[in-house]
């Protein structure tokens, strides 16, 4: 199974960095890594994705590691909107959305 | 476009019960997929499409069929509803690019 580890929950003040962390050993070379948000009860919305490269929208920016075992979210201004779970993804045909990370940002 | 397309939003059904979970989508993607969130839980995946005449199985697939007769298309059947099942219930759909288009999902109590 395409399993990821995230914490279960971080806090961030808001305008501040929100830097999300995930662990995801098992990718394969050739698999990308996806990042999804979901607020309240809502469908997840795509963010960014990479592959071996950092990359950047307008969104987020995505830091991978070397050795692709894990890879870090990051939300440059964190506003008060960013409160979400947010799930780090991977297996094109099967993405396993795990648990997430429940980002609280506060005032 | 109206993009994923999950009908009912509610649904209250008695134990043994069966039902059908709708799921359309009106962007041509040949990927659909279903999933499952039970309260404070993420998201578990329960069957997925590659195009239409083609299923597999995901995490949780056990109580539920799949079928995919047209690239539109793709319902979810409870054939013997139980507790356990209640949940909310999201459809989602892509082609080749990443982004996963969400329904907004059915909540399903089962009694």
């Known amino acids: 199974d395409a399993k990821t580890t995230q914490p279960p929950s971080m806090d961030c003040a808001e305008g501040r960095a929100a830097n999300l962390p995930c662990n995801h050993s098992?990718?394969?070379?050739?698999?990308?890594v996806y990042w999804y948000r979901q607020i309240h009860s809502q469908g997840p919305q795509y963010i960014i994705h990479?592959?071996?490269n950092n990359e950047t929208n307008e969104m987020a920016s995505l830091i991978i590691t070397e050795d692709r075992k894990s890879s870090t979210l990051i939300l440059p201004h964190a506003t008060l909107r960013d409160t979400a779970v947010y799930y780090c993804?991977?297996?094109?045909?099967?993405?396993?959305f795990g648990s997430g990370t429940k980002l609280n940002v506060k005032p | 476009n109206a993009g994923v397309t999950q009908t009912p939003k509610f649904q209250v059904l008695k134990t043994g019960q069966s039902m059908t979970l709708q799921c359309a989508q009106d962007m041509n993607h040949e990927y659909m997929s279903w999933y499952r969130q039970d309260p404070g839980m993420g998201l578990r995946l329960i069957h997925y499409?590659?195009?239409?005449?083609?299923?597999d199985q995901g995490e949780v697939p056990n109580g539920y069929n799949v079928s995919r007769s047209t690239t539109e298309d793709f319902p979810l059947r409870l054939l013997s509803a139980a507790p356990s099942q209640t949940s909310v219930y999201f459809c989602?759909?892509?082609?080749?690019?990443?982004?996963?288009?969400f329904g907004n999902g059915t909540r399903l109590t089962v009694t």
């Open positions: 989602a759909s892509r082609n080749m690019e990443p982004t996963l288009h």
């Open positions: 499409s590659v195009g239409a005449g083609i299923t």
């Open positions: 098992t990718i394969s070379g050739n698999e990308y």
């Open positions: 990479g592959l071996k």
């Open positions: 993804v991977y297996n094109f045909n099967k993405f396993y």
